[in-house]
Every structure is written in C-alpha cells, then in structure tokens.
C-alpha cells in the first residue's frame, strides 16, 4: 500500500530536549516536505527536499533541522524545543518532474506538545 | 512571495451546491491544488489546475482563471460526511529558484446541514 508513516503520532516533552520525528514514504517519490499547522492555520511549510541530499527553508524553518540521506525518509530534528513548537506536524512526499508535484500524499500527522 | 485568501466558513444544506473560492497572488505560479482535511486527519488531495477552466472529478469540480489569480472548487449534491476542511495550494514553477515551495491557505471550514 503507497503511504507515508510518521513516527511517533503523539509526543509530549520538555522544552530543550532533542527529539527526532521520522518520516517514511514508499513510492519512490522525489520530493518530500515537512509542514506545521496550528489552530486556525492552514499549514505552513518548514522544510522541504528535492531529492536525495537536496533540502531547502520553507516559510517557518527556525528551530527545526532536517536530512535527507535516503530517498524513502525525510526525518525533522528539533535541537532544542520550545512550547511556541507545539503543534501538528505533517510529512508530504509527491513525485517531481515537468508536471510539478502537484498531489501531495500526507502522513497521519505528529501531534507535539512542548511543555 | 505567496499568499492565498479563502473564506473562513460556509455553510450548506446536504444535497445541495456550494462554491469555496481562493483568492491568490503569487510570483512565479505554476498551478493551484484543493485539498480535503476533515478534523483531525491528514490532508487529502482533491484536485489540480495548471490551466484556466474547469476540471470536473465526479461531485467536485476545480475551476481556474490565472489572468485573475482566481480559483473555487465546487462540491455538488452535498453530504454530511463533505464537512471538513478545504485548503487550496499553489506552487512554485520547477524552473523558479523557489521551485519547491508549497504556500496553503489557511483553509474553509464547510459545515453540511440536513
């Protein structure tokens, strides 16, 4: 079955300590982006990637940190958390090429909670 | 840089026709995307337009004018369970130096009423 899976779905922590939410997709695609929505928002981007070793800033990227060493998984690193982090995170992936990517298939999402 | 304007609510008796417009303005557009998100879930994709016009998928219809930066999707013979949430998206073209940008609207709550 083609999907993308977040780990963990639900997280609360402490502010300052490092934490990882991971990111996998099994359809080969190319492009893959890490999103955060908040009450009354519609998402705003953080990170995103093009393909393998290919990552850029998205709108909101302070704070967060991302890799991309697989093609399959696109993990979002927070050094040092804070509580204007908590939020619902989602992961995207679409395939890339002339025709945009343009559907984006999402993850169940990641709700965070920093206290 | 991007931004898109949608309504914050629509109501609609089931059955009927509702029309969820997107207003948008954007350097370097290539094509607006409609996604479904009921409360809670993830994001579903519903529809795209590159191309001025109407694109119709069964109940749900996308239309697109770029010359107006305008955009509405348009859900016929309403149900209770299309309650939810509907974000439009653009992007940036692939030889723009943001190519990989995505900008969401904020997002219009339908409530479907018997």
């Known amino acids: 079955e083609a999907q993308v899976t977040q780990n963990p779905r639900y997280l609360i922590t402490v502010t300052g300590k490092k934490l990882t939410v991971t990111c996998s997709q099994n359809?080969?695609?190319?492009?893959m982006s890490w999103y955060r929505q908040d009450p009354g928002l519609g998402l705003r981007q953080i990170y995103y990637?093009?393909?393998?070793?290919?990552?850029d800033k998205g709108d909101v990227p302070e704070g967060y940190k991302v890799s991309r060493k697989e093609k399959r998984n696109f993990p979002l690193i927070l050094e040092s958390p804070s509580p204007n982090q908590t939020s619902l995170y989602f992961c995207a992936s679409s395939s890339y090429g002339l025709a945009g990517n343009y559907e984006q298939y999402f993850g169940p999402g990641t709700r965070l909670t920093v206290t | 840089g991007q931004s898109l304007e949608q309504p914050s609510e629509v109501t609609a008796v089931e059955g009927a026709i509702v029309q969820i417009n997107c207003t948008y303005q954007t350097s370097g557009f290539y094509g607006l995307s409609w996604y479904q998100q009921h409360d809670g879930g993830a994001p579903t994709f519903l529809s795209y337009n590159a191309l001025d016009g109407l694109e119709e998928k069964g109940r749900f219809s996308s239309f697109l004018s770029r010359s107006k930066g305008y955009s509405y999707l348009l859900l016929k013979e309403l149900q209770m369970k299309d309650s939810a949430s509907y974000l439009c998206?653009?992007?940036?073209?692939?030889?723009?130096?943001?190519?990989?940008?995505?900008?969401f609207g904020d997002g219009t709550t339908l409530t479907v009423k018997p």
């Open positions: 990637s093009m393909n393998v070793e290919v990552t």
């Open positions: 998206a653009v992007r940036s073209s692939p030889d723009n130096t943001n190519a990989g940008k995505s900008t």
């Open positions: 359809m080969n695609h190319e492009y």
